[in-house]
């Protein structure tokens, strides 16, 4: 039998055999291009920023060092002042005490032996939440794509596209002239939107006023919110929910005490946002008492 390395030596490859290989690899990984693209390629070049928040504001400060107002008030140690003394008291000895079972707990400090160092801060909650944004926020084709992005995950309107980017760290101007192009190549419609909206909050038993709530909070325009509402009540969309929903309502607490069944039905209706005119028809006729009958 003939040994590979024979085998080898007696077919070398050709540099011509090479080329043609490497060519047919860079054509396969470079989607016909001829151009080799890593699978790690970052198209938009973006940096990191601390997100500033109520929320978020001094996240992973400690009281040592690092916060120089906690040690003004500490009397400069750094550390926290015992109860009942004094701020230039040290306290990274340590508090005696005892156990459970009895044993002298000196040493391990006031948070336990996995507490606060002695300097009295925790490295490891030193870097608060952060956020990556473009290096250029004027980017138009990084913003076109990021744009794209958002858009293939969910539909969107214009104005909670905007506002989308302009959260992920681009210009607002860019951002809007963005979402205008793409409302040209009716990528984006507010209107099919809204309307879309307005049938789903039907679908959830919904009335005039939790629709406009939902359409103003999903970024349509107050103007069309109010036009596509005004479509819905006439083709009597709202009143067809609020029947829908005190029917539900009724066979949901059917054996219940007739006030109950009253009170749940005007709860669901508020939470719902129906006209207390329909509500109180519907409830005149579902939810009456059989004397009144």
């Known amino acids: 039998m003939i040994d590979v390395e024979e085998f080898l030596a ?3 490859r050709t540099v011509a055999e090479d080329a043609e290989v490497e060519d047919s690899v860079e054509k396969s990984e470079g989607h016909g291009s001829g151009k080799r693209r890593s699978r790690y390629e970052v198209r938009t070049r973006t940096h990191t920023v601390p997100i500033e928040s109520s929320y978020t504001g001094g996240f992973g400060l400690g009281h040592g060092r690092e916060d120089p107002q906690s040690d003004s008030r500490n009397g400069g140690t750094g550390g926290i002042a015992r109860f009942g003394g004094s701020g230039s008291d040290d306290f990274s000895g340590g508090v005696t005490g005892r156990s459970r079972s009895g044993s002298p707990t000196r040493g391990k400090g006031l948070h336990g032996r996995y507490g606060r160092r002695r300097n009295g801060y925790r490295p490891y909650r030193q870097a608060g939440p952060v956020k990556r944004v ?4 004027a980017d138009v084709e990084a913003c076109r794509e990021a744009a794209l992005t958002l ?3 969910s539909a969107k309107s214009s104005g909670a596209l905007v506002k989308r980017l302009v959260e992920k760290g681009y210009d607002e101007t860019v ?3 963005v979402v205008a192009r793409l409302a040209e190549v009716h990528l984006i419609d507010d ?3 809204a309307r879309e909206l307005v049938r789903g909050c039907a679908g959830r038993m919904m009335g005039e006023r939790g629709t406009v709530m939902e359409l103003k909070r999903k970024g349509v325009e107050a103007a ?3 036009s596509m509402v005004r479509q819905a009540r006439e083709q009597g969309v709202f009143e067809d929910a609020a029947w829908e929903l005190g029917r539900t309502v009724a066979s949901k607490t ?3 005490d007739l006030q109950v069944r009253r009170r749940r039905f005007w709860a669901a209706g508020g939470r719902k946002g129906h006209d207390p005119s329909i509500l109180r028809e519907i409830a005149q006729q579902l ?3 059989a004397d009144e009958q």
């Open 10 to 12: 007696s077919h070398p």
């Open 254 to 256: 059917c054996g219940l």
């Open 191 to 193: 209107e099919d939107y």
């Open 287 to 289: 939810f009456a008492d």
């Open 151 to 153: 858009l293939d995950a």
């Open 134 to 137: 473009p290096d250029d926020p």
């Open 224 to 226: 069309l919110a109010q």
């Open 175 to 177: 951002s809007r002239d």
